[in-house]
């Protein structure tokens, strides 16, 4: 959920008086951008997948069933790795946080299409319908 303009300025207010007051504690405090880390841990998971694909190879070519489970899993540890990092690393937003309960879903920027709610939010939707009625 994204911050008002008026918390924003009170996060900046509050940060700045932190690095004037302590600026070593600061310093080892910030944590930077997490899409930054995101994108790392991103690339790292391509590059396990990569790895893992081409030990699995070197396993079905050398016959050796433990070096294929290895790149095996490896491989899949990347792709878990790239797959739980995606969303932060893109800064893709989920559709299911468009708004507060009962919002009509918002239009994304340059004429999208509106964001559909998430199943279990349509149907206690149209039970509710059908209740009061």
Do not use: C, W
């Amino acid at each position: 959920m994204p911050l008002s303009e008026h918390e924003q300025r009170l996060l900046e207010q509050i940060e700045r008086a932190l690095v004037d007051d302590d600026p070593k504690f600061a310093s080892s405090v910030r944590s930077g951008d997490r899409r930054i880390k995101a994108r790392r841990r991103l690339q790292l998971g391509a590059l396990l997948v990569l790895v893992g694909m081409a030990v699995l190879v070197g396993g079905a070519v050398a016959p050796s069933v433990p070096l294929g489970v290895l790149g095996f899993l490896v491989a899949f540890g990347g792709l878990a790795l790239a797959v739980l990092n995606y969303r932060s690393a893109t800064g893709a937003v989920e559709a299911g946080s468009a708004g507060p309960a009962g919002a009509a879903p918002r239009r994304g920027g340059r004429g999208g299409k509106p964001r559909r709610q998430p199943l279990k939010n349509r149907l206690e939707e149209r039970f509710r319908r059908r209740y009061d009625q």
